[in-house]
Each structure stands twice: as structure tokens, then as C-alpha cells.
């Protein structure tokens, strides 16, 4: 047998199959190890065949195969291939989306315990031998028992002798690391009206993408789970997408209670231990739910059922390390290839989504009341530029203020949401002017009062607070902008009685660090939660009637086209965590632009009002859906070979158009908006195109440019510009 073999080497110049000669008991999907130019590497079999085109003296035997089931699911060969296509990426690279990092590192083992287990063979054992005998009694109560703990009760020697006698034997048993284990089993709910017809809906559609557009709080999470179940007792697999589950500590609880260990959760907060194990669970099929964030798309399942996106609209389904995926796309390749179906939800999806359900792409089902009636919260705007003129330069209005106070009076709790870490954003001084950048970014620094220090939130660097100006030896500093630690500092102030909790990148690192504050919060322990836009999503706290939104328009004055459906989208994520039980819930949204109509819409919840309006904006001035933003970067060390490199994507570029100008609808060479990142320069060549036609060859181009000191890549529809 001939084994064809996918090298572990991310390169492009070894991106081909190479072939080995094999045993007849090896599988497809099988990790082995090869003889490769003189080195031993590691790498996947995804084929094999009974003949070779090669001369079979030159053929070399594999060097070793793992004992272990074959880690890729047949599947992958295809996928790998496509995405290899589609995103100009070594298969490599594609391969190691579909196992654990860990395991390719192999930093990372099953762990085994050592059993003694009765034999059930009769054995005589000397009168003077007590300890044996003593061993014996007691392994007949139990049946069997750990190893070591044997040997500490009756000496390693005793269960040695009785072991070696064939009373007893030993064997090996893999332990499973499972996180978090949760405690009792829920049941399902009856349905309502809307959500059985939700479901028949899916399941009586021919399409393969299902969008579930549901205001939050309609009960979209329990239509998944019963997707779920159906996948299951037909015999399938199914995997469930969040944006953030490490975010979401509610959701995994709620599926683990109602599958159990049928469900696996794939997440960053786990120990790579776990996260090794739970992925074999998946694997050998003693789980069959995937859970996990945008990379539990690869999850090793076969025979799947259903896929389901949840917040199928936030950006952190787009992959920004190589290849650049999009998740829904994705997704949508593993459906077809399973005959399931890929279901979408959300309360806001995406322009794009939600105009492929219009033209009928999509199955569409809207659900347009929250359980049980209870209304959605009103939404108060508050305008910030009247607070200003009347001296109130706090982070807090009048009627935030108030209903703060109310709510702490009545007991309830409430959620204060601002997209800034850190205590301000920027360090000035008000002599000349200067702002204090990081080394190795073009960034401002924010100033971090808990660590009195300044952080970059690009690279991470901290830097000790200077008394003076770097530039002009100024001794007024000035500390710009409000975030998250300046909120809760006065917050402490205005209500000292209040206990506030606060939650962002500073506050929530080490395993399991937003599912404490998170469990804190839910068990009223505070009543203030401030944080940035972790705390937006899919958090359902009953006695929450009260979100306070600090800065709604900071998105709004991106100079991005999705800046309008940002806001939309933040604005609704945000204001559907009050109100969820009983009480009725207020939001106040703070603003320096309250006519916006994007604000308008928001406040009325009228996500049709708001698409419409978009959708006629994208398409008069051509922007996505209606055309495709595509950006190559180029980034470097150090500027000549960025602008060599940039130089051959711009010519390149512009040959395209020459020969396909009515392709084209813009196209330009910049320096990128941050023109540095970690102490690499960023440049950027940006396409505006009617379609994706030429989208291959400028990939082609990106590879062609590319070389060992300027990184060259292509970025579609990019969610951040920067
Ligand atoms: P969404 O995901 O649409 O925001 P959820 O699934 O979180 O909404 O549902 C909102 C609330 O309604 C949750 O507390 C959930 O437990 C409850 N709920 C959902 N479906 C039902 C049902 N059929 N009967 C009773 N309560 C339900
Ligand atoms: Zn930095």
C-alpha cells in the first residue's frame, strides 16, 4: 500500500502530496511521521492507494503511525482542498484547522490511570502472605482499584505478588479532563406557537441556509436546542456556534443541563488538557454536540445533522490569521457536504445576511415578540452635547444618573456598557499638543489606573507614567477620554453604597475569569456591571432592568462602511440585557448626535426601517452587498521592502484593471490608517470591485509579492479597517 502525505510544514514550496509506502492496516486521517530531506516530520495520510507512479525503490516506508483512531474525519480531504483554493493556503494550513494545536505540538497527552481489576482466576496465597490475602478480600468488594492507592494500603510488593499470580490484573484507563461540570438535567420547554413554527419551518424548507431573525429574549436559544435534538435522534451529529463562549458561561451551561455529556465545548478558557480531551470526545463519537466559537466549525464530527451560528452577525466569525475564513461560509460548505441544514440567528443579522433572505437565497423566519409579551425596554436617548453645556462633564447624564439611583433603591441591577478599557484613552499634553505613542505601534496610549501605568492595546507594551512631556518637557498632562476604570471610579463616587463589578480585558484574564464575574453578577452579588462589549452578548441576568449605554456613537464616526450597522447592532445586542424577566426594562443611550437616524431606528427597534434605509445607501454608493471591498496588505520590518512589495500588488493591481476596467470601482495604495502594528509598517492596496471574478487572480497576486521580509495577504469585506 502507497500512503499519500500532507507534510506539517506550512510552506508553499513543500504544499504537495508525497508518497510512502505503507502496512495494509493503515487508515486514511491517520497522523504519522515521515522521513522528509534528511529530517523525521510529522504529517497526515489523506489517501491511499494500492499503486504508485513512482519507481518503488525510490518510494520510502513511513517512519511511524500514531496509535490512535485517525484524527481527520474523511471530510477534511475535501474541505482542505477547497479551502486551499479558495483562500491561497498551503493544504498544511488548512489541515491544522481541523486538529487541536496541542496535539500537533504534542505538548499535550492523554492522561491514563492505572486500575487493578480482579481476574476472577483462582489463586492460592501462603498463610504467612497477609498483606496478599488482605489485597484479595478487598479487590473482591471492589471489584477494582486504583493502583497506587492499592500499594499504599497493602504495599507495592503484596499487589505485585497477585498481580504476577493472575488473581488480578492491571489495566490502563484514559481519564477525561471535562471542564466544568455542571450539576442536574433541564428538560425541554413546551414550545410556543412561534417557536414550533419556527422549527417546522427549517424543517420543511429546501434551503440549506436558515435565518432565524428573532428580537432578543424570543427564544431562538431553545429552537436551537431542538434542532439539536432532532439531529440526534436521527442519529447525527450537530455543531453550535457563539460568538465568544469563554463570554457565555449561560449558554454552555444551558446545553450542557440538557444534553449532558453528549455535548463537547471547545474554548480558549479551557487548559490544553481539556481542550484535548473534549476534541476526542468529538472524535471517537462519545460526544456528538459540538459547542465553541469560530473554530469549532472544524470540529472532527461526522454524519452531521445541523450547524447553527448564533449571533451569526458579529465579527469575531471572521478568521484574521491565515486563511482569513469566513465562518458562515464555512459552514455553509460542511452543510452541503452533510446534506443538513446551517442555521443563522439573530436579533440584528448583518446587511448581507439579511438580503440574501430577502431574495430568497435564505429560508427567512421572523420572530417578532419576546416570550412571554414582555415588552422589549423603552429606550431613552440622553444628549450629551446639553449635558456639556450645562457643566455636567462626568461620563454620566442627568437621566442615567436618576435611573441609576432608582434602581439600586428597588433593589434591581444594572449593566453599564462602554467600549473602552482602562481608565483614559489617550495621554496628552496641553502644552504642544503631543499625544503619547507606543514604541512599536501608532497608537495612542490609554492610562490604566489600577496598575498606574500606560498600556498599548495593540501589542500589550507598558510603559511607567512620565511626569513630563517626552516631546517639550510640559508638565500638563492631560488624561483624554473615559474608560471602563474612570466609569467605575465614579460610579464609587455618585453611589459609594453600590457594589460594582467590572468586566473587560483587564479584569477577566486566567482560565475561567469571565465566568466568575459573570457568576458573581448573576448571583447578585453586585449591583453594577461595568463593562465593554463582552457584557453585550447573550447574557440573560432576570434582574438586570437597567443598561446605561456610554458612548453609542464611538462607532458611529468610523470611517467604515458597516459603522451604521455597528451601532444598530451594539445598540440592540446591549439594550436586550434589561428587562428580560419580570420587570419591564429601561435603557439610556447617551449621545453627542441624538438626530442620527441610525439612532433612531435603534431606539424603535425597527431593524426593517433601519435595513431598508442601509441597504439603499449600499447600493447607491456601491458598497457591499453590492460590490466587494478587498484589501492586500502589506506588512514589514521596515520600509523599503513593504513599498517594494506594495510597488509589484499596485502594478499588479492596476494591470488587472487595464485589462477588466469595468471590474473596478476603486483602487488605491496607502499607508493603512495604523501605520504600525508590533514594529511592523502597514501598508494597504484598497479594491472596491463589482464582484468577486478577479478575487483569484488577486490572491495570485498576494502570493506572488510575498516574500521572506514583507508579508503580503488578502483581507474580503475586512470587518476592521485599521
Ligand atoms: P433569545 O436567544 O432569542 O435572546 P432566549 O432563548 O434567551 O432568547 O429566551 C429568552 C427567555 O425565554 C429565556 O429565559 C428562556 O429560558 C425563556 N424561554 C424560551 N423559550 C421558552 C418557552 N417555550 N417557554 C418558556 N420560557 C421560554
Ligand atoms: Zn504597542
Known amino acids: 500500500m502507497y500512503a499519500e502525505v500532507i507534510v506539517d510544514i506550512a510552506h508553499s514550496n513543500v504544499d504537495k ?26 504529517g497526515f495520510i489523506v489517501g491511499l492507494s494500492e499503486t504508485s507512479a513512482y519507481p518503488p525503490e525510490k518510494i520510502k516506508p513511513l517512519s511511524y503511525v500514531y496509535e490512535e483512531p485517525p484524527a481527520l474525519v474523511e471530510e477534511c480531504f475535501s474541505l482542505m482542498n477547497e479551502l486551499s483554493a479558495r483562500y491561497r493556503v498551503p493544504k498544511a494550513v488548512c489541515l491544522r484547522l481541523f486538529v487541536p494545536a496541542e496535539m500537533r505540538a504534542g505538548r499535550v497527552h492523554e492522561v491514563y490511570k492505572k486500575l487493578v481489576r480482579l481476574s476472577g482466576a483462582e489463586i492460592s496465597v501462603s498463610k504467612s502472605a497477609k498483606k496478599q490475602a488482605e489485597f484479595l478480600t478487598y479487590l473482591s468488594d471492589e471489584g477494582e482499584a486504583e493502583y497506587t492507592l492499592c500499594c499504599e494500603k497493602f504495599g507495592r510488593g503484596a499487589v505485585n505478588a497477585v498481580v504476577e499470580k493472575g488473581g488480578a490484573e492491571l489495566v490502563k484507563v484514559k481519564i477525561n479532563r471535562t471542564p466544568l461540570a455542571f450539576e442536574g438535567r433541564e428538560p425541554p420547554k413546551q414550545l410556543t406557537p412561534a417557536q414550533l413554527a419556527a422549527l417546522a419551518s427549517i ?37 453550535f456556534l457563539v460568538p465568544e463562549i469563554s463570554l457565555t458561561p449561560q449558554m454552555f451551561s444551558q446545553l450542557k443541563r440538557r444534553f449532558g455529556e453528549k455535548a463537547a465545548i471547545l474554548h480558549s478558557g479551557l487548559s490544553a488538557g481539556e481542550r484535548f480531551d473534549e476534541w476526542w470526545r468529538l ?23 445541523a450547524i ?17 475564513y469566513s465562518t458562515i461560509e464555512v459552514a455553509e460548505m460542511r452543510a452541503r457536504r452533510n446534506g443538513c441544514k446551517l442555521i443563522l440567528g439573530s436579533a440584528t443579522p448583518s446587511v448581507e445576511t439579511y438580503s440574501r433572505a430577502v431574495s430568497g437565497e435564505y429560508n427567512l423566519i421572523t420572530l417578532t415578540q419576546r416570550i412571554n409579551g414582555r415588552p422589549l425596554p423603552h429606550i431613552t436617548i440622553a444628549d450629551m452635547r446639553r449635558e456639556v453645556r450645562r457643566g455636567n462633564n462626568s461620563a454620566f447624564s442627568a437621566a442615567l444618573r436618576e435611573e441609576l439611583k432608582d434602581t439600586l433603591e428597588s433593589g434591581n441591577q444594572a449593566i453599564i456598557f462602554l467600549n473602552r478599557r482602562g481608565y483614559s484613552h489617550t495621554v496628552i499634553c496641553q502644552d ?23 498600556k498599548c492595546h495593540y501589542c500589550g507594551a507598558r510603559y511607567r507614567l512620565p511626569s513630563a512631556c517626552p516631546e517639550c518637557g ?27 463589578l467590572r468586566m473587560d480585558n483587564d479584569t477577566t484574564s486566567g482560565k475561567e475569569g469571565h465566568y466568575k464575574i459573570l457568576k458573581q453578577f448573576g448571583e447578585k452579588k453586585a449591583d453594577i456591571l461595568v463593562g465593554t462589549q463582552m457584557i453585550a452578548k447573550g447574557h440573560d441576568f432576570p434582574s438586570v432592568t437597567l443598561v446605561g449605554i456610554l458612548d453609542a ?9 458597516r459603522a451604521g450597522e455597528r451601532t444598530f447592532q451594539l445598540i440592540t445586542q446591549v439594550s436586550g440585557r434589561s428587562g428580560r424577566a419580570g420587570e419591564a426594562g429601561k435603557v439610556v443611550l447617551q449621545t453627542y448626535s441624538p438626530d442620527n437616524y441610525i439612532l433612531r431606528f435603534a431606539v424603535n427597534y425597527d431593524y426593517i426601517g433601519f435595513f431598508k434605509n442601509e441597504i439603499a445607501l449600499r447600493k447607491a454608493t456601491q458598497f457591499p452587498p453590492f460590490s466587494l471591498i478587498c484589501r492586500v496588505m ?10 517594494e512589495a506594495l510597488k509589484g500588488v499596485y502594478f499588479g493591481a492596476e494591470d488587472l484593471r487595464t485589462a477588466n476596467p469595468q471590474e473596478f470601482i476603486f483602487l488605491n495604495k496607502m499607508h493603512s490608517p495604523i501605520k504600525k502594528i508590533q514594529g511592523r509598517v502597514r501598508y494597504q492596496v484598497l479594491m472596491r470591485l463589482q464582484s468577486a471574478r478577479l478575487l483569484p487572480r488577486i490572491y495570485d497576486l498576494a502570493v506572488r509579492c510575498s516574500n521572506s521580509s514583507a508579508l503580503v495577504y488578502v483581507e474580503e469585506n475586512p470587518v476592521n479597517l485599521s
Open 634 to 643: 502589506v506588512t514589514a520590518e521596515d520600509d523599503a521592502p513593504a513599498l
Open 203 to 239: 424543517e420543511n424548507s429546501d434551503k440549506t441556509v436558515q435565518l432565524i431573525h428573532g428580537v432578543t429574549g424570543s427564544g431562538k436559544t431553545e429552537i436551537y436546542l431542538n434542532v439539536i435534538s432532532r439531529a440526534l435522534e436521527q442519529g447525527k451529529t450537530a455543531i
Open 474 to 500: 510640559g508638565l500638563h498632562l492631560r488624561y483624554g477620554g473615559t474608560g471602563t476604570q474612570r466609569v467605575v471610579a465614579e460610579l464609587r463616587e455618585l453611589f459609594p453604597a453600590a457594589r460594582i
Open 283 to 305: 472524535r471517537t463519537g462519545e460526544a456528538r454536540i459540538a459547542i465553541g466559537a469560530r473554530s469549532a466549525i472544524f470540529s472532527p464530527l461526522e454524519n452531521i445533522g
Open 553 to 561: 456613537d464611538m462607532s458611529l464616526h468610523f470611517s467604515d462602511y
Open 308 to 324: 447553527i451560528i448564533d449571533e451569526e452577525h458579529d465579527s469575531s466569525y471572521f478568521s484574521e490569521s491565515a486563511p482569513r
Open 17 to 42: 502530496i508525497y508518497e510512502y509506502s505503507c502496512g495494509e492496516d493503515v487508515k486514511a486521517g491517520s497522523r504519522v511521521k515521515v522521513p522528509f530531506g534528511g529530517r523525521v516530520v510529522d
Open 432 to 454: 504642544c499638543g503631543y499625544a503619547l505613542k507606543c514604541e512599536h505601534c501608532d497608537v495612542p496610549l490609554a492610562y490604566h489606573s489600577e496598575e498606574k501605568c500606560l
